[in-house]
């Protein structure tokens, strides 16, 4: 699934967040925002998923206009969400929380084949798989929320800091399952605060700066770039 964002704009009450923000996503490939917190890297996701209102713009994912569809609508057209802190039920399992994924499918014997997909991408989660959602450390509990996403079988999916507050070795883990899911077809856009992460394992990537997009361009170009290194990459 391509994803085009062109000139959008979202506002919360007085405040910017989004401000005249053109982006492409192509099908199949990682594209990276990056970005300093509070930069409106979250809320352009959740404008793609419709759990915020546009102000203008326009929102297409492969030609069909997103604006306007409420984010169930969204999600039926293919594109899935992994929210920035998890957010998994606490009390269910993490069968039970992968399967919340899927709660709009009927197709079992596929459903249990994709269990076993993420259980391939995620091996700690078949291990730990009658545990509940609060007894995961927090790189399980990612992978948990990630591998929710791909059991509704999206064709686009929506990172939102995947690598927030995990140790380093699980960082790694993390970025080439992602690799991974892209490399299946894919489209992923990855929202990380990690900016050499999301530079290294991207194929595009756009930087924003309060609300507005203030660079754009291939991902090893970006990571190669000196004033992106000085200010964002911390070299």
Not at 90 to 103: D, K, S
Not at 153 to 180: F, N, Q
Not at 211 to 227: F, V, Y
Request: one cysteine or more; a positive charge.
């Amino acid at each position: 699934m391509r994803l085009d964002i062109s000139e959008l704009s979202v506002r919360y009450g007085a405040v910017e967040a989004l401000n005249d923000v053109s982006i492409t996503a192509k099908e199949g490939c990682i594209t990276a925002i990056i970005g300093a917190n509070g930069a409106g890297k979250s809320t352009l996701l959740k404008a793609i998923a419709g759990l915020v209102n546009v102000r203008a713009g326009q929102i297409t994912a492969s030609g069909t206009a997103l604006v306007g569809k409420p984010p169930e609508a969204r999600h039926a057209l293919g594109i899935a969400l992994s929210p920035e802190g998890r957010r998994l039920f606490p009390e269910l399992t993490v069968v039970e929380n992968l399967m919340t994924g899927a709660i709009r499918r009927t197709d079992r014997d596929q459903i249990a084949a994709d269990i076993t997909m993420v259980y391939d991408l995620f091996p700690r989660l078949k291990e730990r798989r009658p545990s509940l959602g609060r007894n995961l450390s927090g790189g399980e509990q990612q992978m948990c929320a990630i591998g929710r996403a791909l059991l509704s079988r999206p064709k686009l999916l929506l990172l939102d800091e995947p690598s927030l507050g995990l140790a380093p070795k699980v960082v790694s883990e993390m970025a080439h399952a992602i690799e991974r899911v892209a490399k299946s077809g894919v489209t992923i856009v990855l929202v990380e605060q990690n900016s050499r992460l999301a530079l290294s394992i991207s194929s595009d990537a756009f930087l924003l700066e309060a609300g507005r997009m203030i660079m754009s361009g291939p991902a090893k170009d970006m990571l190669a770039d000196k004033r992106l290194q000085d200010v964002y990459l911390g070299t």
